[in-house]
């Protein structure tokens, strides 16, 4: 069977559908986290230069986006878009941040808009009548109790934790259905805290389950891999050495990894799951695919840069750029996007055609390290052995927990 | 001694009493079995999906029948008798749409009309005009006879307004071709969307038309003639037979069979499809169109096709048909979804909405009762003409 490629009608699909835009408003931080993507642990992202963007980029990337819109049909009726604020700390650009708002508000366009902002809420008490007006969903980064926030330090290198409780307790009384409705809080995993005690902590704090990741282990600096490892915890160890593994991993359903694995799998391999009506009429045996888990260009997002970079996900390295807003113009060349795209496939290609996974890639391209080099080497590669050991490790699971598969099937809503 | 069944992952158990149906989807095998309570039981169990499609048992305290029933199973490839240690794990067939629209509607932070507009995949327009009267436009591609023509201008719009790339196949149905005006801008225009499209027109109207038809084959369209059977058919067809043409006959019993298999043969017509339509011809079509239970089961149907069956209405999904008087319709036996002057968008929601017939599914009387609901083919018009939701033989025997 060939292997699909990346098209410019793809790229144009993805842009007249575009779900969510993330603007990198500021690269300021009031806070100094130890392992902060963009601190001393990591590499492959723009010098952070104490830069504000510009409301200039802003209005000229989306009205750019709302000429697509207007211009092309979409697939839904009323398409939702998500404006995300992304930092640096976000709130450290608040004015910018309602420019942007107002400006979206005003827009004569059939098309729904919500916001969204991550923050480490430290100025939180400041804006929150604001944010919660307009309904923003927000995602605190909040490491669990103050033992576990103790890396989340302020520049002169105190424990946030007293600011940014504070705040959020203060947000929930002020705000309490907002709180409720729009407020999420995510944790980083690290040597100080772990699932259980995060968990336990806003649970019983704000009724809420933390989403729990952990460190990012791709772009470490060399000099930095021992600190790394010291600060580095894995999310199932964490889970298997709590006290209540068996209620906890219940109380985190598909937070639990080894769930979140067996999900994944229940989709993409129990031959019951089909994104939609049409998928119905079609042989997936006899359909091309790509063999990815790197998502289409702006399939999900498209990221603008403090510095003016259009990438396809803030979650990679700002080198992988694909065009910018400069001078008033949004450059974007769809030509060189699909082809570079492309390249990368092709250079993975000998791998994917004997790999056991290649129909249901979840490795990301751009997190393969040697990925510029001419023999990159994929991490998700899967032989024979690889394979039914992942499928024996998803089985023996739900074997454990049969109850697992009609929740999965039934209770979990995946767009 | 104890043992344990698993039955494979793609077998569907389905039990409507007195009968019960185990099939499985990946080889076409089956066994039809009386549920006795024992059995009834242990299907009811291998079908609580928390238990994988496995159970274990005793064999020694099972009747004889249940042991039969058991062997059967293994015997038939639908399952697999193990001890009970056997470390297998079967997933029961269990349809998971993640974008269904019940799921969309109950996930507050999502709507019921995201990516509506990649469902709508047929257009069917009928331009109206004076032709022969009769209803069978309800059942198959034939000419609406109305006073209300739709004019190539109205049709070029709608289309232009339309304006999707998930649309992938047109039909254009004329009554009088030789009184439509403008018939050649509508064609190029067709021709420029490069979407799969199809002219028919009666066979009554290809003597004049011939060569307007004629020329349609340097376009990118085909042309489909609708031929009734009678005594002209065969002389119009000796005159005009045009090999680019395809023809759909149209008949109504054994003797219109039997003449149009003559006549194809003395005409030498290579691509053509026979089509039944109703007239007060019960008989007919219990003899030749309805389903009996060993068609069915000599249907090999995959796990997707039979999810298909239980989801949607593999005729009617994705279509609409605008008539000539402007009304859009998902089924033309039921209420119109609006006119052309609509959005598309609200065309395909309001048939989300009232469920007409792109979701009409086999879940009604007498259907639902029967054990072959989900491997018989979803409803289509004839049900509507006919006026029984079921075109089959097997239920009508067993009442």
């Given at each position: 069977?060939?292997?699909?490629?990346?098209?410019?009608?793809?790229?144009?699909?993805?842009?007249?559908?575009?779900?969510?835009?993330?603007?990198?408003?500021?690269?300021?931080?009031?806070?100094?986290?130890?392992?902060?993507?963009?601190?001393?642990?990591?590499?492959?992202?723009?010098?952070?230069?104490?830069?504000?963007?510009?409301?200039?980029?802003?209005?000229?990337?989306?009205?750019?986006?709302?000429?697509?819109?207007?211009?092309?049909?979409?697939?839904?009726?009323?398409?939702?878009?998500?404006?995300?604020?992304?930092?640096?700390?976000?709130?450290?650009?608040?004015?910018?941040?309602?420019?942007?708002?107002e400006y979206v508000e005003n827009l004569k366009i059939n098309r729904n808009f919500l916001f969204a902002m991550t923050t480490n809420a430290v100025l939180l008490d400041k804006y929150m009548d604001y944010i919660a007006e307009k309904k923003f969903n927000t995602l605190i980064s909040l490491?669990?109790?103050?033992?576990?926030?103790?890396?989340?330090?302020?520049?002169?290198?105190?424990?946030?934790?007293?600011?940014?409780?504070?705040?959020?307790?203060?947000?929930?009384?002020?705000?309490?259905?907002?709180?409720?409705?729009?407020?999420?809080?995510?944790?980083?995993?690290?040597?100080?805290?772990?699932?259980?005690?995060?968990?336990?902590?806003?649970?019983?704090?704000?009724?809420?389950?933390?989403?729990?990741?952990?460190?990012?282990?791709?772009?470490?600096?060399?000099?930095?891999?021992?600190?790394?490892?010291?600060?580095?915890?894995?999310?199932?160890?964490?889970?298997?050495?709590?006290?209540?593994?068996?209620?906890?991993?219940?109380?985190?359903?598909?937070?639990?990894?080894?769930?979140?694995?067996?999900?994944?799998?229940?989709?993409?391999?129990?031959?019951?799951?089909?994104?939609?009506?049409?998928?119905?009429?079609?042989?997936?045996?006899?359909?091309?695919?790509?063999?990815?888990?790197?998502?289409?260009?702006?399939?999900?997002?498209?990221?603008?840069?403090?510095?003016?970079?259009?990438?396809?996900?803030?979650?990679?390295?700002?080198?992988?750029?694909?065009?910018?807003?400069?001078?008033?113009?949004?450059?974007?060349?769809?030509?060189?996007?699909?082809?570079?795209?492309?390249?990368?496939?092709?250079?993975?290609?000998?791998?994917?055609?004997?790999?056991?996974?290649?129909?249901?890639?979840?490795?990301?391209?751009?997190?393969?390290?040697?990925?510029?080099?001419?023999?990159?080497?994929?991490?998700?590669?899967?032989?024979?052995?690889?394979?039914?050991?992942?499928?024996?490790?998803?089985?023996?699971?739900?074997?454990?927990?049969?109850?697992?598969?009609?929740?999965?099937?039934?209770?979990?809503?995946?767009? | 001694?104890?043992?344990?069944?698993?039955?494979?992952?793609?077998?569907?158990?389905?039990?409507?009493?007195?009968?019960?149906?185990?099939?499985?989807?990946?080889?076409?095998?089956?066994?039809?079995?009386?549920?006795?309570?024992?059995?009834?039981?242990?299907?009811?169990?291998?079908?609580?999906?928390?238990?994988?499609?496995?159970?274990?048992?005793?064999?020694?305290?099972?009747?004889?029948?249940?042991?039969?029933?058991?062997?059967?199973?293994?015997?038939?490839?639908?399952?697999?008798?193990?001890?009970?240690?056997?470390?297998?794990?079967?997933?029961?067939?269990?349809?998971?749409?993640?974008?269904?629209?019940?799921?969309?509607?109950?996930?507050?932070?999502?709507?019921?009309?995201?990516?509506?507009?990649?469902?709508?995949?047929?257009?069917?327009?009928?331009?109206?005009?004076?032709?022969?009267?009769?209803?069978?436009?309800?059942?198959?591609?034939?000419?609406?006879?109305?006073?209300?023509?739709?004019?190539?201008?109205?049709?070029?719009?709608?289309?232009?307004?339309?304006?999707?790339?998930?649309?992938?196949?047109?039909?254009?149905?004329?009554?009088?071709?030789?009184?439509?005006?403008?018939?050649?801008?509508?064609?190029?225009?067709?021709?420029?969307?490069?979407?799969?499209?199809?002219?028919?027109?009666?066979?009554?109207?290809?003597?004049?038309?011939?060569?307007?038809?004629?020329?349609?084959?340097?376009?990118?369209?085909?042309?489909?003639?609708?031929?009734?059977?009678?005594?002209?058919?065969?002389?119009?067809?000796?005159?005009?037979?045009?090999?680019?043409?395809?023809?759909?006959?149209?008949?109504?019993?054994?003797?219109?069979?039997?003449?149009?298999?003559?006549?194809?043969?003395?005409?030498?017509?290579?691509?053509?499809?026979?089509?039944?339509?109703?007239?007060?011809?019960?008989?007919?079509?219990?003899?030749?169109?309805?389903?009996?239970?060993?068609?069915?089961?000599?249907?090999?149907?995959?796990?997707?096709?039979?999810?298909?069956?239980?989801?949607?209405?593999?005729?009617?999904?994705?279509?609409?048909?605008?008539?000539?008087?402007?009304?859009?319709?998902?089924?033309?036996?039921?209420?119109?979804?609006?006119?052309?002057?609509?959005?598309?968008?609200?065309?395909?929601?309001?048939?989300?909405?009232?469920?007409?017939?792109?979701?009409?599914?086999?879940?009604?009387?007498?259907?639902?009762?029967?054990?072959?609901?989900?491997?018989?083919?979803?409803?289509?018009?004839?049900?509507?003409?006919?006026?029984?939701?079921?075109?089959?033989?097997?239920?009508?025997?067993?009442?």
């Amino acid at each position: 069977m060939e292997q699909a490629k990346l098209t410019i009608n793809d790229v144009e699909d993805a842009l007249i559908n575009l779900k969510q835009v993330t603007l990198e408003v500021t690269d300021v931080c009031n806070l100094r986290c130890k392992y902060c993507g963009y601190g001393d642990l990591y590499f492959g992202y723009d010098k952070r230069q104490d830069k504000y963007l510009s409301f200039d980029k802003v209005k000229t990337l989306i009205d750019w986006l709302v000429y697509i819109w207007k211009f092309f049909k979409t697939v839904s009726y009323m398409p939702t878009t998500t404006i995300g604020f992304y930092g640096g700390e976000p709130l450290m650009n608040i004015d910018l941040i309602k420019q942007t708002v107002e400006y979206v508000e005003n827009l004569k366009i059939n098309r729904n808009f919500l916001f969204a902002m991550t923050t480490n809420a430290v100025l939180l008490d400041k804006y929150m009548d604001y944010i919660a007006e307009k309904k923003f969903n927000t995602l605190i980064s909040l490491d669990g109790n103050s033992e576990g926030q103790s890396y989340r330090v302020n520049h002169s290198g105190r424990n946030s934790f007293d600011t940014v409780y504070r705040n959020v307790k203060l947000l929930q009384q002020e705000h309490p259905e907002y709180f409720a409705e729009h407020v999420n809080f995510n944790a980083v995993l690290h040597n100080r805290n772990s699932v259980e005690s995060t968990y336990s902590f806003i649970k019983n704090e704000f009724g809420k389950t933390p989403t729990m990741s952990e460190l990012n282990n791709s772009n470490i600096r060399s000099d930095k891999i021992e600190e790394f490892n010291r600060t580095y915890r894995n999310k199932s160890e964490s889970l298997y050495q709590s006290e209540n593994y068996e209620k906890l991993a219940e109380d985190i359903f598909i937070g639990e990894p080894q769930t979140e694995n067996l999900l994944l799998f229940l989709h993409q391999y129990s031959g019951n799951t089909f994104r939609d009506y049409n998928d119905l009429f079609i042989d997936k045996n006899e359909l091309r695919y790509r063999p990815t888990g790197t998502c289409t260009p702006f399939g999900k997002k498209i990221f603008l840069t403090v510095n003016g970079k259009i990438i396809q996900c803030e979650r990679i390295d700002h080198n992988f750029a694909v065009g910018n807003v400069e001078n008033g113009k949004v450059n974007l060349d769809f030509d060189y996007i699909v082809n570079r795209f492309n390249a990368y496939l092709d250079k993975l290609s000998k791998q994917c055609k004997v790999c056991y996974r290649k129909k249901s890639c979840t490795q990301c391209m751009y997190y393969i390290p040697d990925i510029d080099n001419n023999k990159p080497v994929c991490h998700g590669f899967m032989n024979k052995t690889d394979f039914e050991n992942y499928k024996s490790y998803c089985m023996s699971h739900l074997a454990k927990k049969p109850y697992l598969y009609k929740k999965l099937m039934t209770e979990i809503l995946v767009e | 001694m104890n043992k344990k069944l698993t039955i494979y992952s793609d077998t569907f158990i389905w039990i409507k009493k007195p009968k019960g149906l185990i099939y499985n989807s990946q080889n076409g095998h089956y066994l039809l079995f009386q549920p006795t309570s024992e059995i009834e039981s242990i299907c009811k169990y291998l079908n609580n999906f928390d238990n994988l499609y496995s159970i274990i048992f005793d064999d020694e305290t099972l009747n004889s029948e249940t042991q039969k029933f058991m062997q059967n199973i293994e015997e038939r490839h639908l399952g697999i008798l193990t001890n009970v240690e056997a470390n297998i794990v079967s997933l029961p067939p269990l349809l998971n749409i993640l974008n269904a629209v019940e799921k969309l509607k109950a996930d507050k932070s999502r709507s019921e009309s995201e990516n509506i507009l990649k469902y709508f995949s047929a257009l069917t327009v009928y331009t109206g005009g004076k032709c022969a009267n009769t209803n069978y436009y309800k059942q198959t591609f034939y000419p609406c006879n109305s006073n209300e023509v739709l004019t190539s201008e109205t049709i070029i719009n709608f289309l232009d307004n339309i304006q999707s790339q998930y649309l992938n196949s047109i039909n254009i149905v004329f009554s009088d071709i030789l009184n439509y005006s403008d018939a050649q801008v509508l064609i190029d225009y067709l021709e420029s969307l490069q979407i799969p499209t199809t002219i028919y027109v009666h066979y009554t109207e290809i003597m004049i038309n011939n060569r307007f038809l004629d020329k349609l084959r340097n376009n990118n369209l085909t042309v489909k003639i609708i031929c009734e059977i009678d005594k002209d058919l065969q002389n119009i067809l000796l005159f005009c037979k045009n090999e680019s043409y395809h023809y759909n006959f149209l008949i109504k019993n054994e003797e219109e069979y039997n003449i149009l298999e003559e006549m194809i043969e003395n005409l030498q017509i290579k691509k053509y499809t026979v089509i039944p339509v109703f007239d007060n011809n019960l008989q007919f079509f219990e003899e030749h169109v309805f389903v009996n239970e060993s068609d069915i089961l000599a249907t090999k149907l995959s796990k997707r096709e039979i999810f298909a069956h239980q989801a949607l209405n593999t005729n009617f999904w994705g279509a609409l048909t605008v008539l000539p008087d402007g009304k859009v319709y998902s089924n033309l036996h039921n209420e119109s979804v609006g006119t052309i002057n609509d959005s598309i968008y609200d065309l395909i929601l309001n048939e989300f909405h009232n469920n007409y017939s792109w979701r009409l599914i086999r879940n009604q009387k007498p259907c639902c009762d029967c054990i072959y609901q989900w491997l018989c083919p979803s409803p289509s018009n004839y049900e509507f003409v006919i006026g029984r939701m079921n075109l089959c033989n097997y239920y009508n025997m067993q009442k």
